[in-house]
């Protein structure tokens, strides 16, 4: 089993950046793929980023060019930072691992319980 613990989450005016950080403990080495989803009110649960173990990442089209995912295999987390934030980036983060090369929030097999982001306008 592998937990995931993530913190950042918080309240930003519109432009402004946050950055949040996910640690990784127990099973680790079965790890393969980490990424960061998202859900707002009333919508599915979407990809942000992920990032596989050999450095292929996926952007969601929404967050190209203002959010980066970065991973230090050495301290088990995964990060990411968030620039030129919108209200419509407000929703609850969560992490995500998958034992395998996955991308959709289907393809993962661990969960964080999330962090809410909350972006004014």
């Known amino acids: ?4 613990v993530e913190s950042g989450g918080g309240l930003v005016q519109a432009g402004g950046s946050l ?5 990784a403990s127990g099973s680790i080495v ?6 960061w989803y998202r859900q707002a009110p009333g919508e ?13 990442t996926l952007y969601a089209d929404s967050v190209k060019g203002r959010f980066t995912i970065s991973r230090d295999n050495a301290k088990n987390t995964v990060y990411l930072q968030m620039n030129s934030l919108k209200p419509e980036d407000t929703a609850v983060y969560y992490c995500a691992a998958a034992r395998n090369r996955a991308f959709r929030a289907g393809g993962m097999d661990y969960w964080g319980k999330g962090t809410l982001v909350t972006v004014s306008s």
């Open 1 to 4: 089993q592998v937990q995931l």
């Open 19 to 23: 950055s949040l950080s996910c640690a």
């Open 30 to 35: 079965s790890i393969n793929t980490m990424g």
């Open 44 to 56: 599915q649960r979407e990809l942000v980023a992920a990032m596989t173990s050999g450095g292929s």
